[in-house]
């Protein structure tokens, strides 16, 4: 059974997806890092099960057509298209078609996420 390829960190290996990166920082208003993962999906491949992200992120189809299932509700991206997933939305990307899909996540500052790191273990 195929399996759906993840790279990580795309944003160090391509000014294009860096620059892009600095765009939705400033279209978003972000002030922390956006990172970027590039996923190959072939059709009806495995893929991660439903699960959430602490940040928000933002899908981007870039060829082929991306099923994504957010709180319940089936969305179907097409190639140029993007779908924006709130911050702890339960979501899970289903493979029906072929796709390669941009992942990227809006990440909060590292000192927060050090702060609730600590808050829990009080």
């Given at each position: 059974t195929p399996c759906t390829i993840k790279v990580e960190q795309m944003e160090n290996f391509s000014q294009t997806i860096k620059d892009y990166c600095s765009f939705l920082s400033t279209k978003y208003r972000h002030t922390g890092p956006i990172t970027c993962h590039?996923?190959?999906?072939?059709?009806?491949?495995?893929?991660f099960g439903a699960h959430t992200d602490p940040d928000n992120v933002l899908i981007h189809c870039v060829w082929g057509t991306k099923t994504i299932k957010v709180d319940g509700n089936m969305h179907n991206?097409?190639?140029?298209?993007?779908?924006?997933?709130?911050?702890?939305?339960?979501?899970?990307?289903?493979?029906?078609?072929?796709?390669?899909?941009?992942s990227f996540g809006f990440e909060k500052f590292y000192n927060e996420r050090i702060d609730c790191g600590l808050d829990d273990l009080s």
């Open positions: 590039a996923f190959r999906a072939f059709k009806k491949s495995v893929s991206i097409e190639a140029g298209n993007n779908l924006l997933i709130p911050a702890n939305t339960l979501h899970e990307a289903l493979n029906i078609e072929e796709s390669l899909m941009l």
